[in-house]
């Protein structure tokens, strides 16, 4: 698996937007922006995946953000690697978030998968 350097046309594909939308995506109930730390932080979970890739697992990857952009947890997929069904790259990423925190509520976080 070759992971690709991430650009604005890049990213709308990977999210399922159309390349040729950019950075910005419309529907009848949904209206959405792109910003620089959104292409920063879904190249972290890309990378994330990637390792995934080379261990042997499902490829996913995933990054937890504050709402002030701090970087909360990190994950990737671990199924394989732990022998465990609920090792998903979104929820490793929360369950560290969660410990880290000391608290189940993560209010006004964002997730990058």
């Known amino acids: 698996m070759q992971v690709m350097p991430l650009r604005p046309s890049s990213v709308g ?5 159309s ?3 950019r950075a910005r995506c419309r529907s009848k109930r949904l209206t959405c ?3 620089e730390r959104d292409y ?3 190249k972290l979970a890309l990378e994330q995946a990637k390792l995934a890739f080379d261990e042997g697992e499902v490829p996913v990857g995933c990054v937890l ?3 002030d952009g701090e970087i909360l ?3 990737r ?7 465990d069904c609920t090792c998903h790259a979104e929820i490793e990423c929360l369950r ?3 410990a880290t925190a000391n608290n189940w509520r993560l209010l006004g976080s964002v997730i990058y998968c």
């Open 13 to 17: 594909f990977v999210l399922g937007i």
């Open 19 to 21: 390349p040729s939308r």
């Open 33 to 35: 922006e792109f910003h």
């Open 40 to 42: 920063r932080f879904m």
């Open 65 to 67: 953000i504050s709402e």
């Open 73 to 75: 947890s990190i994950g």
């Open 77 to 83: 997929n671990r199924v394989q690697q732990k022998m």
């Open 96 to 98: 560290s978030a969660m």
